[in-house]
């Protein structure tokens, strides 16, 4: 598939993501009515409903390795073909991420008791951040995007006690001294 079409698909797939968002009754964006670029962790109430916040790393990080996943699947595919499973699969994420379901697993599972889901511009930008991560894994040599992937890890879990790991496993097996300690 040529660029140009990749590109043409890639945009529809985030269209169709916003908008099944949106059906899903997901705000545009922040209820508070403007749009930062950047949500400090301290602003729990703007967290995922903004441009970036401190879970952005981990959405970068699905970038580095939806690009070694794909590449180890579809190694014949052009990046721009694999660029689109990966938008395809962090899109999926984002729809059940916002499902009633997950927010409320949230809700029980970890600290976040305050959290209603992400606004409709957090998701799209989410996934727009997972493909700069996906490109930066595709042009950097390995160990630069694994040395990035861990600082961006140590630095979220130093400064807000969450990355990525934690996230998935208080989701998947929530284990109370974590909690505990993640809420200070």
Not at 40 to 48: I, K, M, N, T
Request: proline share 3%; glycine share 8%; hydrophobic share 55%.
């Amino acid at each position: 598939m040529s660029r140009s079409k990749c590109l043409i698909v890639g945009l529809v797939m985030i269209a169709a993501t916003a908008a099944i968002l949106l059906a899903m009754g997901r705000i545009p964006i922040c209820d508070c009515g403007y749009v930062l670029l950047w949500t400090p962790a301290s602003d729990v109430a703007g967290s995922s409903q903004h441009i970036a916040d401190w879970y952005t790393p981990s959405h970068i990080i699905h970038g580095f390795l939806f690009y070694l996943f794909l590449w180890l699947i579809f190694r014949r595919s052009s990046v721009g073909e694999r660029a689109l499973g990966a938008i395809f699969i962090e899109a999926a994420w984002e729809i059940i991420e916002n499902s009633p379901w997950i927010i409320d697993r949230y809700r029980e599972a970890t600290i976040a008791a305050g959290y209603t889901g992400d606004s409709v511009l957090n998701s799209i930008f989410d996934i727009l951040w997972m493909l700069a991560g996906f490109f930066f894994a595709w042009r950097m040599p390995v160990w630069v995007t694994v040395l990035v992937g861990i600082a961006f890890e140590l630095l979220a879990l130093w400064v807000i006690r969450d990355n990525l790991t934690l996230n998935v496993l208080m989701l998947v097996y929530p284990v109370e001294a974590i909690k505990t300690w993640q809420g200070g």
